[in-house]
């Protein structure tokens, strides 16, 4: 007796809408302790953090929670809600002051001023689909601390879902953010990645 080939159709993958999203995290559907975004309707593990890279999230939170003042509500590693289909975590978010501080419904685009990833083994990513989701979704400013290279990717001026600047500044030149230009800040002066010689 020989068994007959089956055609096994191709598995699609299920696309989740923000509204899905927040819906499965209302419900309980992930642990409180899982590390979860959406990103082009994907829901996505996040890597665990590692030392350098809290390092230099809290080393940023500082700075720019002591320059902003009012003129900017910092948040760490919290969503951002870009429709229809992504609510990210970047690491550091610069928005717009809401006198809620977000508490009735996550940013959005509009509230956004700068956001920063941490890539100590994301660059790929971070560099890639992430930066071209924030540019199709408007977001003014995106900057990537790159473990891998040492530097800081500054991405500006997006317009038709692509970025029409992007640079990496060299090591001790002042990089401000377009919406907050008395935060300067060097590159150099972020914590050196261990082993970099930095």
Known sequence: MTAEAVEVPEARRHRFSVEDYQRMVEAG????DQRLELVQGEVLERAPIGSWHAAVVDWLNRRFWNCAGGAAHVRVQN?????????PQPDLALLAPRADGYASAHPGPEA?????EVAEASSSFDLGPKAALYAATGIPEYWV????TGE????????DGRWGEIRRPALGEAVNPVHLPECALCPGDLPPRPGSGG
């Open 29 to 32: 559907v992930f642990g409180e």
């Open 79 to 87: 969503p951002v809600a870009l429709p229809p289909d992504s609510e």
């Open 112 to 116: 956004v001023r700068l956001l920063v």
């Open 145 to 148: 601390v790159d473990g891998a």
């Open 152 to 159: 800081l990717v500054v991405h500006r001026r997006p317009a």
